[in-house]
């Protein structure tokens, strides 16, 4: 039996539900039909579950290697009058080499520190439970001596934030809203001259444009600058720093095909980068390319890349921009859910998967970001969820994690916010009992916050748009009639890679399809797209997110045997081939 399958976790009783803390794996939350929470006065019974609240736990700890430092530049043939070293971006340890800064699975921020001597938390001492959605590594923008940091929340604020040493982040000296309106933020290093890092920012429709840096923490940025388009045929985007040896910044960019490209940057706002070269092919075999700027100490900034399996490896300039044979950079970095500054547009909502057995009892797994789940917690009282009608949701507020909504008596209820501070899960509306499904696959109307699907039993098809909060949504927006025609509708994440949440729908004659977001609440989604047939051998679908590392949402699915299989989704809008991933899955009734 595979470490996915169900296993049996006898006589532990789960403690009465309380708040459930933010960044635990299993949150519960939900949105309403009303504008606000009922009153504590007029608020119906709350049904009589009990859940318990867990959080990954994976006790391994990343291990980073470096190669012995050179202290000194490879030679470059023909180059000539080669610029002194550029600074590294993220030094808070202050040995004049990057330390790589990543999200693990429970929430925390961690630094793996170029010493290779430990890897230390980092604070940020206003976030409360958010998670933020992605992590841009400046450098020292102000020449203070610190370190820089954007750090982008899931409701598109950016704000910009300094790391004086690795274990603590200060509270925002800016922010700006606005920002969810691109799919990928990168940070190349020095395009323009002006001695600091500029930003480039990425439409999902592949525009690109250019924020120049200014040197001032309290207001960043210039205007943005339209550079360029057609750059949504990469799915990762990594800026490296200087790569060459000119001074300015590069960056690196792959297509869901594995081919690689360099862009040289020119120093010329204008026009910020050199006609692409290709210097590489067969990167597909990683989920994530990263930067630590200089890895190796002769001033070059090199490229580094994760395979699922969480091998860390370095490719190193040869000052060119071309790559050097990789070399062993660091093992057990599946630990990482996100790496600051990493190449892939970063996914935020759900990475963990619920499923109610044939007796009522709920059982938790968390993506490994290796293409496998974590062995099952059981995340109720045996038979505590009997008879419930449970919808499992990408997050409806800002710490990251899927939320479980439950139908009770027509009301809909919220395990995730207490009410009141007590026990009972939160009272959230009634008049829930007239759809046939509820379901979040994240945000689909552009404003960066998590939303709710809902079907009636006619077959029209709601969007409820989240504000943010998880404890209220706004009035329904008719999507459309005939969504009956479908048996299954599951999504959490974006499947197409343009960072839009989309939706698969299968009918009973196991007909995919697949229906693109579009970030527009009244069309939410475009025209459908086949995906093929024969998805009727599955009894049951499920969207856990992103389960491999790469950004991606993918998919699950149980044949009849008990089988599990998973669907990768390989950033054209399609999977790649099955891969069984466990067995014993007929146990559960519902799985969400």
Known sequence: ???????????????????????????????????????????????????????????????????PRTGERRGVAGRTGVAAKTAPRFDPTGDGLS???????????????????????????????????????LGDQDGDGTTEILALSSDGTLSLRS???????TSAHWSGKGWQEYNKLVAPGDLTGGGTTDLLARTPEGQLYLYRANGRLVSPFAARVKIGGGW????????????????????????????????????????????????????????????????????????LARTPAGDLFAYRSDGTGHLLGRITAGTRFDVASLFAGAGSNPHFGKSELVGLDGRGTL????????????????????????????????????????????????????????????????????????YSTVFGPGDLDGDGKGDLLARDRAGVLYLYPGDGTGYRVGGRIRIGAGWNAYDALVGAGDFT??????????????????????????????????????????????????????????????????DLYRYLADGTGRFTPRVKIGNGWNTYSGLF
């Open 163 to 169: 790391a004086s040493g690795p274990d603590r982040m």
């Open 99 to 137: 330390d790589i800064l990543f999200r693990a699975q429970n929430g925390k921020l961690l630094v793996a520190t170029s010493d290779v001597s430990a890897i230390r938390e980092m604070t940020v001492p206003d976030a409360g439970a958010e998670m933020f959605k992605d992590l841009v590594v």
């Open 363 to 434: 059982y938790l797994y968390y993506a490994l970001n290796n293409g496998q789940l974590s062995p099952r917690i059981s995340s109720s009282d045996e038979g505590g969820f009997a008879g419930a009608r449970l919808f499992f949701a990408s997050s409806l507020d800002n710490n990251g994690r899927a939320e479980l909504l439950e139908i009770y008596q027509g009301r809909l209820y919220n395990y995730d916010h207490s009410a009141d501070g007590g026990t009972d899960p939160a009272f959230l509306g009634p008049g829930w009992d007239i």
């Open 1 to 67: 039996m595979t470490s996915a399958a169900p296993v049996r976790i006898g006589g532990a009783r789960s403690r009465r539900a309380r708040h459930l803390a933010a960044c635990t794996t299993l949150v519960l939350c939900a949105g309403t039909l009303l504008s606000a929470p009922a009153s504590a006065e007029d608020r119906p019974t709350a049904p009589n579950r009990q859940t318990t609240a867990h959080r990954p736990v994976d006790d391994r700890q990343p291990t980073l290697l470096r190669p």
């Open 497 to 562: 890679g343009d960072g839009r949440s989309d939706l698969v729908a299968r009918t009973p004659g196991g007909a995919l399809s697949l229906y693109a977001g579009t970030g527009v609440a009244g069309a939410p989604f475009k025209a459908p797209v086949n995906l093929g047939g024969g998805w009727n051998a599955y009894v049951r679908l499920a969207a856990p997110g992103d389960i491999d590392g790469d950004g991606r949402a993918d998919l699950l699915a149980v044949d009849s045997r008990g």
């Open 232 to 303: 949504q045929v990469y799915d990762q985007i990594v800026g490296v720093n200087d790569a060459n040896g000119d001074g300015h910044g590069d960056l690196y960019a792959r297509t869901p095909a594995g081919d690689l490209y360099f862009y040289a940057g020119t120093g010329n706002a204008a026009a910020p980068f050199a006609p692409r070269e290709k210097v590489g092919y067969g990167y597909g075999i990683y989920n994530q390319l990263l930067s630590s700027d200089d890895y190796d100490g002769d001033g070059y900034a090199d490229l």
